[in-house]
């Protein structure tokens, strides 16, 4: 799927004019948005295990390093809006789903020795050593670890809390599959991109068949698969002609419930994997876990995070990180404070953990910078929240 590049006529036009204060933003009427009329008929019956097999990671939107503009507007110091991060409350008692059977490949993981990986000591081998890219942003990016295979085999990290609430998010465009990153940050919301839910233009509109599998690894669905009710993006990415930097591409959708044992009652999504918080205007200056399934990494069969601090503001409304992952990783939460707080931690300025300030937007068509941007959350964020909230009564309350 060819993306469109940032255009530097058009770019330095719209510089010009803002800087001159010669134009102002037409209102925006909110965000864009479509309901799943099926979704209380049947399940989502598109995806079979040769779709979810063949999905191929939707490309990550790309400008060109030459093009870039740096933000010389000071950070915001409006106060920021924030909701908390929620723990499951139920444990799954019933076997992983199989979506399809990955290449053997991906059937198991090993670490530098040949054999699975056992330790964090052995696991931490395969990160990438801090690193930085052709734009100086440092960055330091590993598979999530320990990962464990087999019935018999310990607890994984990316089937325990937090890390249970990111996931793969697929879904359809013109009959083909695609997947994006995506996490959950309320009761039945999950948060990606704008870009891996609309096209960007209002003509062609919403993609189609979303399903969120949270902490899917290797072809397996180990909390269930879960069918979409509802989706919204803001009007700023829905009227934005699929280009990139776009100030306020994120997206938000509804799962609707199902039962996670056979005739069982239905549960909600992050009744199963908890929830992540977020938190506007806080992604300059700050320090974050980008979460997500890169294709560049692992194939899109393991979780990655990349650890960086905020290096760039650029125009119109984003801020850049350093980070080696590509497609694959859009919509994946960039999350202040990603931990377990410890006795004694919690502390400091920005103190509060597992929120998400952003969702991977965009990267740049060489891979040398290494650097991704994301939109800083502002008002759109919290009105698409809302929006998505008040689609139905529970979404975001008991």
Not at 59 to 78: E, I
Not at 338 to 350: A, D, K, R
Request: overall charge neutral; proline content about 8%.
């Amino acid at each position: 799927m060819n993306k469109a590049l940032w255009v530097a006529g058009a770019l330095a036009s719209a510089c010009l004019m803002a800087g001159a204060g010669l134009a102002k933003a037409a209102p925006d009427p909110g965000p864009v948005s479509k309901a799943n009329t099926m979704s209380q008929l049947l399940p989502n019956t598109y995806w079979t295990a040769a779709r979810f097999k063949a999905a191929k990671p939707l490309a990550l939107p790309l400008a060109a390093p030459g093009q870039r503009h740096q933000s010389l507007a000071p950070p915001s110091t409006a106060k920021p809006q924030s909701s908390d991060a929620g723990l499951p409350t139920l444990e799954l008692n019933a076997p992983a789903q199989t979506l399809y059977a990955p290449p053997d490949q991906h059937g198991s993981t090993a670490g530098p020795s040949g054999g699975p990986v056992h330790s964090a000591v052995e696991a931490s081998l395969q990160a990438t050593p801090t690193a930085a890219g052709s734009f100086g942003a440092y960055y330091t990016s590993s598979r999530v670890f320990p990962l464990f295979t087999g019935a018999a085999a310990p607890f994984s990290a990316d089937r325990a809390f937090p890390y249970r609430t990111v996931g793969t998010l697929f879904f359809s465009i013109n009959g083909l599959p695609y997947l994006c990153s995506a996490s959950v940050i309320q009761r039945r919301v999950v948060a990606t991109a704008g870009h891996c839910v609309h096209s960007g233009n209002l003509a062609t509109g919403f993609y189609s068949d979303f399903v969120f599998v949270p902490a899917y690894r290797d072809g397996v669905a180990p909390f269930k698969a879960w069918n979409w009710r509802f989706v919204s993006t803001t009007y700023t990415w829905a009227t934005g002609n699929d280009e990139v930097p776009n100030a306020a591409d994120y997206a938000m959708i509804e799962f609707d419930d199902q039962p996670i044992a056979s005739g069982g009652p239905a549960v909600k999504l992050g009744s199963v994997t908890g929830w992540l918080g977020w938190q506007t205007n806080s992604l300059l200056p700050n320090h974050t876990s980008k979460l997500g399934y890169p294709c560049n990494l692992d194939d899109c069969q393991k979780m990655q995070v990349v650890a960086s601090a905020s290096f760039q503001a650029t125009e119109p409304n984003n801020v850049e990180y350093g980070s080696d992952a590509r497609g694959g990783s859009s919509g994946g939460p960039w999350v202040q404070n990603f931990q377990l707080v410890q006795t004694g931690g919690g502390s400091g300025i920005q103190a509060a953990s597992n929120r998400v300030v952003g969702v991977t937007s965009y990267g740049y068509v060489s891979e040398e910078p290494k650097v991704q941007g994301a939109s800083i959350l502002d008002a759109r964020w919290v009105q698409l929240f809302r929006t998505v909230c008040g689609a139905r009564n529970g979404n975001c309350s008991n």
